[in-house]
């Protein structure tokens, strides 16, 4: 398929949907830009962030004091403070995405009922069009709260386990 034609069906698919839709598109990307930083700082940053704190604590000579445990304790939570960069901002895009598709089942509903008082219950094809607005953000809330779910869990079980092997690293003498 062609571009144009790509953009024209998300065009009528936005469209169908009522304008929650959109802003459940945009809540969307957010999330995604959000999660694919939380990776790509995974993928290429936090060990150097990690590197920096073993080089840092490996320069002691001094490993055993309380100033030392409290200067070990400050590295981690450097350490754990970037790892757990936008967590808590992803978690809540993905517990809004669900809310803004029961938005959208609200306003297409309203629709409905709206073309029920102008032209009574039997205009079937009257009602399919608020019908489909009300089921569409609620489809796509759900699928977009499910897939940054997924990926939101995953990227907190990561940061915790990379701060528990720093801190497992930086030896307490």
Do not use: C
Request: hydrophobic share 50%; net charge neutral.
């Amino acid at each position: 398929m062609d571009f144009q034609g790509a953009f024209s069906g998300l065009q009528e698919f936005l469209e169908r949907g009522g304008p929650i839709l959109t802003w459940i598109m945009a809540l969307t990307f957010v999330m995604w830009a959000f999660i694919l930083e939380r990776l790509a700082y995974f993928g290429l940053a936090h060990k150097g962030v990690a590197g920096r704190a073993i080089r840092e604590w490996g320069a002691r000579s001094d490993h055993s004091s309380w100033h030392a445990h409290a200067i070990r304790d400050q590295l981690i939570s450097e350490v754990r403070l970037k790892a757990d960069q936008n967590v808590e901002l992803i978690k809540t895009l993905v517990a809004l995405a669900p809310l803004f598709g029961l938005l959208g089942t609200v306003t297409g509903m309203v629709a409905v009922f709206d073309v029920m008082a102008i032209s009574g219950s039997s205009d079937a094809r009257g009602m399919s069009a608020g019908v489909a607005r009300a089921t569409i953000p609620t489809m796509a809330g759900m699928v977009s709260a499910l897939s940054g779910l997924i990926f939101s869990s995953q990227i907190e079980r990561m940061a915790k386990r990379r701060v528990h092997e720093l801190a497992d690293e930086l030896e307490v003498g």
